[in-house]
C-alpha cells in the first residue's frame, strides 16, 4: 500500500501550528509537503497587531519536509494578496510532487484559491482547513477522516489509511 502524498500550503509558519505538520509527517501513511509563502516569522519580526517585536522560542521548522515558495514583493506582510507566490512555481510543485491531494490553510488569500483551482486541474482533491469555524478536537484523526472520505485513486489502485 502506498503512502498519501499530501501537499500543505500555508502563508507562512505558525507557532501554534507547529506540532501538527510534525505529528502528520510522522504517520508511516502520509507523505507530506508543507509549502509555505513566507519566512517572516522564522526570525525577529515585528507584530503591527500587538505592537511588538516577536521571536518565537519554538521549532518552526523541525520533523517535516517543507519548502518555501519563490513570491513577487514583499513577503513580510500577510493580506488578501501578500504573499504573491502561485505564478512562480506552486503550479510546477504540485504537478512534479504529484500530491493526491492539497491541504490549504484557509481560503482568505486569492493565492489560495488559485492552488486549489491548480491542484484540481491536475486531478488532486482540495482540503480546507480554517480556523473560522472554532472547531476543536484531534486535528490528525480529523485529517485522515477527510483523506479517507475522499476516494483517492491512482494508476488503479485504492488508498486507504
Known amino acids: 500500500m502506498r503512502k498519501i502524498r499530501l501537499a500543505?500550503?500555508?502563508?507562512?509558519?505558525?507557532?501554534?501550528q507547529a506540532p501538527l505538520p510534525r505529528r502528520i509527517?510522522?504517520?508511516?501513511?502520509?507523505?507530506?509537503?508543507?509549502?509555505?509563502?513566507?519566512?517572516?516569522?522564522t526570525k525577529?519580526?515585528?507584530?503591527?497587531?500587538?505592537?511588538?517585536?516577536i521571536t518565537w522560542?519554538?521549532?518552526l521548522l523541525n520533523g517535516?519536509?517543507?519548502?518555501?515558495?519563490?513570491?513577487?514583493?514583499?513577503?513580510?506582510?500577510?493580506?488578501?494578496?501578500?504573499?504573491?507566490?502561485?505564478k512562480y512555481g506552486l503550479?510546477?510543485?504540485?504537478?512534479?510532487?504529484?500530491?493526491?491531494?492539497?491541504?490549504?490553510?484557509?481560503?482568505a488569500r486569492w493565492t489560495h484559491w488559485v492552488a486549489m483551482i491548480i491542484?484540481?486541474?491536475?486531478g488532486a482533491h482540495v482540503m480546507v482547513r480554517d480556523e473560522a469555524k472554532g472547531r476543536s478536537g484531534d486535528d490528525l484523526a480529523e485529517l485522515k477522516a477527510a483523506l479517507r472520505s475522499l476516494d483517492l485513486k491512482r494508476r488503479g489502485s485504492q488508498v486507504s489509511l
Do not use: M
Open 8 to 16: 500543505y500550503l500555508v502563508t507562512h509558519p505558525i507557532q501554534y
Open 25 to 41: 509527517a510522522e504517520d508511516p501513511d502520509i507523505d507530506l509537503t508543507v509549502f509555505y509563502g513566507s519566512d517572516f516569522s
Open 44 to 53: 525577529e519580526f515585528r507584530d503591527a497587531g500587538f505592537d511588538r517585536v
Open 57 to 59: 522560542d519554538v521549532p
Open 64 to 86: 517535516y519536509r517543507y519548502e518555501f515558495l519563490p513570491a513577487i514583493g514583499r513577503t513580510d506582510r500577510l493580506s488578501f494578496w501578500r504573499p504573491f507566490t502561485f
Open 91 to 107: 503550479r510546477k510543485r504540485l504537478k512534479a510532487g504529484r500530491f493526491d491531494a492539497l491541504w490549504v490553510h484557509g481560503y
Open 119 to 122: 491542484a484540481k486541474t491536475q
